[in-house]
């Protein structure tokens, strides 16, 4: 089957196109699905550990149970 000039262009600029889009979209989906990995803060310590130990010490220190050395 031999394609006759336009059909070759409306393939072309189709496939072209279609390109452009998938490439559009593959750097668009980190924006709109971020990665589910967890948030680590400048010293590697996983925020959430960082958040349990902070909330450890403070109930720590409401109950007077705290050791902190002086």
Known sequence: MRL??????RLTTSVFSTTF???IVT???PQVLPCPS????PVGLDV?????KKLTL???IEKGT????K
Do not use: C, H, M
């Open 4 to 9: 006759n000039n336009a059909a070759r262009v």
């Open 58 to 60: 403070t109930s720590q």
């Open 27 to 29: 750097v668009a989906i």
């Open 21 to 23: 889009l998938i490439a």
């Open 66 to 69: 705290s050791i902190i050395s």
């Open 38 to 41: 967890p948030v680590v803060n």
């Open 48 to 52: 959430g550990q960082e958040l349990n």
